[in-house]
């Protein structure tokens, strides 16, 4: 998905955040059960601060976060959002920026990461308030489950193995076929972390989790279970559920 594509995901969906919010911000919200709608806005406005200084400073800002308890969240957001999106357009997105994922260390890397938390905390605040999902691109979709499955699950179960002590196996774990359109990952656990092959959606396995993009974009980040083909062994299955718990919380 190419960065043009990302930003204007990134302002639908925090135009839809923020429209949302301003119907009710004392809903609760489901999926994240300590938060309110106002939590999640002051959530998003709070990363998004963030992610600007990250760019502006060339390093992770200290001390973090500022003070911002007296500020109305709408309006945080907002000023946190035109801030984020002055420093995306100022910069190219193979511009050096400081970031968590080692291998990717550029703007592009926050335009990408912005555009899917921001679709994800979409889908929070309409779960709060409207009960329902509204659509999201396929293309978006598609590039989420690669984000969340190579980046968080993968590098990150590597990179912060005492996180995922918890959840990981004492021994390598058969593999579980991630699948949806034309698309496939190999997602196996080992003791030292999460590995991942890429795969088709024919390819046999164990245990699959198999279904349209955006389904499994929602199962993989645990919005939601409709939708999703889920098949085959299941304690490998609740492994795996147990990892992206520990990879997305």
């Known amino acids: 998905m190419d960065y ?6 990134l302002a639908a969906d ?9 119907r009710d911000r004392s809903a609760p919200v489901p999926s994240c059960p300590q938060w309110t709608v106002d939590d999640l806005v002051r959530h998003v406005g709070e990363v998004y601060l ?15 976060p500022p003070d911002i308890a007296g500020e109305d ?37 926050w335009i990408r990461r912005m555009a899917q938390e921001t679709v994800m905390h979409r889908v929070d605040a309409e779960l709060a308030v409207a009960g329902e999902v509204s659509e999201i691109p396929e293309e978006l979709a598609v590039d989420g489950i690669d984000e969340v499955l190579e980046r968080f699950l993968v590098y ?20 579980v076929l991630v699948a949806t359109d034309g698309y496939g990952w190999l997602v196996r656990a080992t003791p030292d972390g ?14 699959s989790v198999c279904g349209d993009p955006v389904p499994l974009l929602l199962w993989l980040w645990r919005r939601a279970d409709d939708g999703v083909e889920v098949e085959g062994d299941q304690g490998i299955i609740d492994e795996l559920r147990a990892l992206l718990c520990a990879a997305t919380q």
Request: charged content about 25%.
């Open 50 to 64: 963030h992610k600007t200084e990250c760019m502006r400073q060339q390093r992770f800002p200290e001390p973090w």
């Open 73 to 109: 969240s709408l309006e945080l957001l907002d000023r946190a959002y035109q801030g984020l999106t002055e420093e995306f357009a100022a910069r190219a997105p193979g511009a050096p920026a400081v970031t968590w994922y080692e291998p990717e260390q550029t703007v592009g890397f």
């Open 194 to 207: 999460a590995t991942i092959d890429i795969a088709t959606p024919r390819t046999t396995a164990p245990a």
């Open 156 to 175: 990150g179960s590597h990179r912060w193995t005492e996180d995922f002590a918890p959840v990981l196996p004492e021994r390598d774990q058969p593999p």
């Open 14 to 22: 925090s135009t839809q955040l923020r429209r949302l919010a301003s």
């Open 4 to 9: 043009p594509q990302l930003l204007e995901c």
